[in-house]
């Protein structure tokens, strides 16, 4: 895959994962990157970092249709198409349901799921005008298993799973590749108010992202073999993991009590 040529849009590129996603994209060549994010402040910073990349920062918020709009009429303005998305933006609030505020249960939807939809959605007739067009929807591993505490957040996450994969079948007539992402937990700002143990780097991700893209996958699921293991164990027999994770409730709750990042 030749990244010099590659007309590339990513949201939530400012930081963590989007942002290691970025460099390793720079690294194999490619130059034309349009960046979204609510901050312009933060997504200014990596001109420095990336001093040859022809960025387009977009302000914006993927929650909100008219942002969304904007988003598109200024890659089309500039580029006409566009090769690969990257959806990425992503925000989460765990703890017991019943403490997550109303607000965020609605946010971490409109943000992680509808955002994400919207933006594939008025996407496409740029992604239909590339040569050879991915779009790349990160999920989580919770979109695969789901954990307690995370309700609201595995419940969106387990949406872009499926969202990814009915857009894999509608779009095959167009040649346009979708591939998921499910990190596991990730030193990254998300993670700051989550106490977690041992995480991937954001830069791991980022390499089996592009590998992922390079070789046309489907899914590409991070947390080793084990993790995959978990993911047939959890699907062939949901009663038996209940058990699994019973025994670790109260791990649990501690580590997701005041995980927020919004
Ligand atoms: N870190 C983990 O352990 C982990 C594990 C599994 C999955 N994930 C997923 O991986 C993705 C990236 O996570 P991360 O850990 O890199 O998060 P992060 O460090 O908090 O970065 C999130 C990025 O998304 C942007 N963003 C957030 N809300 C947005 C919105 N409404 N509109 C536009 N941009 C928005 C942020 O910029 P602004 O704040 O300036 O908008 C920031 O650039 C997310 O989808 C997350 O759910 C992360």
């Known amino acids: 895959m030749n990244f010099e ?5 990513i949201t939530g590129g400012s930081k963590g994962i989007g942002k290691a996603i970025i460099a390793a994209l720079y690294k194999k060549g490619a130059k034309d990157i349009a960046v979204v994010g609510r901050s312009l402040e933060k997504m200014k910073a990596l ?5 040859n990349a022809n960025f387009e920062f977009i302000q914006g918020d993927v929650s909100k249709p008219e942002d969304i709009k904007n988003v598109i009429s200024s890659v089309q303005n500039k580029w006409g198409f566009v090769d690969i998305l990257i959806n990425n933006a992503g925000v989460v609030s765990a703890g017991k349901l019943d403490e997550i505020e109303d607000e965020d249960i609605i946010a971490q939807q409109n943000i992680n799921v509808t955002g994400l939809i919207l933006l594939t959605k008025h996407a496409l007739p740029l992604l239909k005008m590339s040569e050879e067009a991915t779009i790349i929807n990160v999920s989580s591993g919770l979109g695969l298993i789901a954990m307690p505490f995370y309700a609201p957040y595995a419940a969106s996450k387990a949406a872009v799973k499926h969202f990814s994969e009915a ?3 509608e779009l095959e007539p167009f040649k346009i590749h979708v591939m998921t992402v499910y990190p596991t937990a990730t030193d990254t700002p998300m993670m700051k108010t989550a106490s977690s143990g041992e995480m991937d780097s954001p830069e791991l991700v980022a390499t089996k992202t592009i590998e992922g893209l390079i070789n046309k996958e489907i899914d590409v699921i991070l947390g080793g073999p084990q993790r995959i293991e978990d993911n047939k164990a959890n699907f062939k027999n949901p009663l038996e993991f209940d058990k699994k994770v019973s025994g670790m409730y109260a791990a649990m709750l501690d580590r997701a009590s005041g995980h927020r990042s919004m």
């Open 167 to 169: 857009m894999r079948r």
């Open 47 to 51: 001109q420095e970092e990336f001093p």
């Open 5 to 9: 040529t590659k007309k590339i849009l």
